[in-house]
């Protein structure tokens, strides 16, 4: 079973709009541990600068960035997408790694895995934690095996609100926890 069943708003849409100040490249995120297996730099995608600062819009951004690589992670079936971007001890973060390696071993696809977000807010914080509420829509989705039988199927999803819940680290965001509201 996908993780959007056991955790609806696990992709945050982060909606940030006016960042100001001058643009800069991407940043990118270095490795979580030393340990970290080489497919996890092969796997990595500039965040984008807009994501990175330690401001409620850029939470939100970052927010935005991760339901969208969770998207990637799913075409890619690659759960190191995910691992790289999430904070020690996130479950919604592991559940989403299990159903992708899951997806991978056992030669499974599934199509599609769209998160549409209609709104991502982070409200003003202190400290190194920022919650950004989550709205967004996602079409059925099915889960097939290697011979393309149906396994599963989720319901479309509409203005589903969650919670993501980041982590302030030296060189940006992870993401901490997501739950459904």
């Known amino acids: 079973m996908l993780v959007r069943v056991v955790c609806a708003a696990a992709l945050v849409l982060g909606l940030a709009t006016g960042c100001g100040g001058e643009e800069e490249g991407p940043e990118p995120l270095p490795p979580l541990a030393a340990s970290q297996s080489p497919s996890v730099a092969a796997s990595a995608v500039a965040v984008p600068s807009q994501a990175v600062a330690q401001t409620p819009e850029a939470a939100a951004e970052f927010a935005r960035f991760f339901y969208a690589e969770v998207e990637r992670a799913y075409r890619e079936k690659d759960p190191t997408v995910v691992e790289r971007l999430s904070a020690p001890g996130c479950s919604a973060c592991e559940r989403f790694v299990d159903s992708l390696t899951k997806l991978r071993d056992d030669g499974e696809s599934v199509t599609p895995v769209v998160y549409e977000i209609i709104a991502a807010e982070a409200p003003a914080f202190e400290g190194g934690e920022a919650r950004v509420d989550v709205i967004y829509n996602s079409p059925a989705i099915t889960r097939r095996d290697r011979s393309g039988a ?13 919670q993501v819940t980041l982590v302030r680290t030296p060189n940006g965001w992870r993401v901490k926890s997501v739950k459904a509201v």
């Open 150 to 162: 149906v396994i599963s199927t989720e319901p479309e999803v509409e203005a589903f609100e969650e």
